[in-house]
């Protein structure tokens, strides 16, 4: 029997893995679903449940708590002014480990994490509007094309 068993190290040092996990709970934040390995994407699902049930509670001190453990202020109020008022009356379970595969260059199991109830427009932050008027273009060109 194997006491002691606190978190995948996933062959990392200590500061690199937290600021991998860092990194990946901004991008998770941002843009309500990522797509990682499957290991790491199971490491990630308690760190951002955590996040939003302290996201909950709109205090002084929590926004400091997560302030310093996100370090990225957008991240912070997205945290407070959307996702505590969307997972109000959820107690847990606020994001979903789905498995997606294999990666086709090393074979590692890959997993795409998801915030439940998630906004799909949340995927389309960064795209600059000309790009994103473009793809809807070709989407109903190709729908016409094939009726």
Do not use: W
């Amino acid at each position: 029997m194997r006491h002691g068993i606190g978190y995948r190290k996933l062959n990392k040092t200590s500061e690199h893995r937290k600021a991998l996990f860092k990194n990946m709970l901004n991008s998770l934040i941002k843009y309500e679903q990522i797509i990682t390995t499957l290991p790491k994407a199971k490491e990630l699902k308690p760190q951002i449940d955590k996040v939003i049930t302290i996201g909950k509670k709109n205090i002084l001190s929590n926004k400091k708590r997560l302030f310093s453990k996100l370090q990225n202020k957008k991240s912070v109020t997205k945290v407070f002014d959307e996702l505590s008022k969307r997972y109000s009356s959820r107690k847990g379970g606020y994001c979903r480990v789905l498995k997606a595969g294999f990666r086709t260059g090393d074979d590692a199991p890959m997993a795409v994490i998801e915030l439940v109830d998630r906004n799909p427009e949340a995927k389309k932050v960064d795209k600059p509007k000309k790009i994103a008027k473009k793809e809807s273009e070709q989407k109903v060109d190709q729908k016409v094309a094939s009726k």
